[in-house]
């Protein structure tokens, strides 16, 4: 009997510590393997590409511009700033459809200001209202104006003396209004082979230094009573350039012009360069030139390539 009790006791103690071992063991049938590592491809979150509409920058709202009209830059709100004025021209009926030629226009001394009137408004400015006003250009051409400020010159030189010697860099209003330029003949439809530069005086001497720098980019040039850098005639040579100088200039010098057109004859020119001189006449002959049908018609017929 007493027997039988320690076998009770024993199997009392015991069996609390079998179930504790039994438990703590592996199970029949379990998954004994253990979890992999979540590797950081596992647990980094999935990316989603970004589209070229997420990453391009956005487009200025082409039609913030009314076509057929002057559209001042100071009341543009959603193009890009610059720090000197320009007004800009939308042809007629303008359709993205279409590439349009684009006329840069750059005007002389006597519409510097900030008021960005003076530089379309002029009698100067005759060209521009030329096209505004004829039937065949009014919906076929983009026109480009910016306004020089009192206190700087598109071209660092002495007009008076004609020709320059060209500095490394633009002045600092030439390179502002390039960047204009730039800006919009991207952001609008323009054809680039027929991309025009037109300049009175001081801008004539600013159509020069365009050129020069960069001889690529546009098909032709009327330059009126404004001189360039002689040492450019080999690298402008083959540019279609109309020349325009009054042989009595007291202001700019007719001498200067009559330099650069046979020094770009020198370089090879042929009748791509014309100069037209105005015997008895003096620096104010930008009515004139800008009211000629020809001079219209000459210049839109240019192209590149």
């Known amino acids: 009997m007493k027997r039988f009790l320690s076998l009770f006791l024993c199997a009392l103690i015991l069996l609390p510590v079998l179930a504790a071992c039994a438990d703590s063991g592996p199970r029949t049938g379990a998954d004994t393997t253990a979890a992999p590592a979540r590797t950081e ?32 830059s100071n009341t543009l709100k959603e193009a890009q700033k610059f720090s000197i004025p320009y007004q800009i021209y939308l042809p007629v009926d303008y359709t993205p459809e279409k590439n349009y030629p684009v006329l840069f226009y750059l005007h002389g001394n006597g519409s510097r200001g900030t008021n960005n009137t003076t530089q379309i408004s ?60 730039d800006y919009w003949t991207a952001m609008l439809s323009t054809d680039p082979a027929r991309y025009y530069l037109y300049g009175n005086s001081m801008g004539g001497f600013a159509c020069w230094d365009l050129m020069a720098r960069f001889p690529d980019r546009f098909a032709a040039a009327v330059i009126v009573a404004g001189c360039g850098d002689l040492a450019k005639a080999p690298e402008i040579k083959d540019l279609a350039i109309w020349i325009h100088h009054g042989t009595v200039d007291p202001t700019v ?35 004139e030139v800008g009211a000629s049908s020809a001079v219209l018609k000459w210049l839109f017929e240019q192209k590149k390539g």
């Open 41 to 72: 491809a596992q647990t980094a979150p999935e990316t989603v590409p970004e589209t070229e509409a997420e990453t391009a920058p956005p487009a200025p709202a082409v039609t913030e511009l009314k076509a057929g009209a002057w559209n001042n």
């Open 253 to 287: 010098p007719y001498s200067g012009n009559e330099k650069m057109y046979n020094a770009l004859k020198e370089a090879g020119a042929g009748d791509n360069v014309i100069l037209t001189s105005y015997p008895g006449k003096g620096h104010t002959i930008f009515k």
């Open 122 to 181: 002029n009698d100067s400015a005759e060209i521009l209202k030329r096209i505004r006003a004829n039937a065949a250009y009014k919906g076929e051409v983009i026109m480009i104006a910016p306004q020089c400020s009192t206190a700087t010159q598109w071209v660092s030189c002495d007009y008076k003396v004609g020709n320059y010697t060209s500095t490394a860099k633009p002045a600092a209003c030439l390179q502002t209004a390039i960047e204009i330029f």
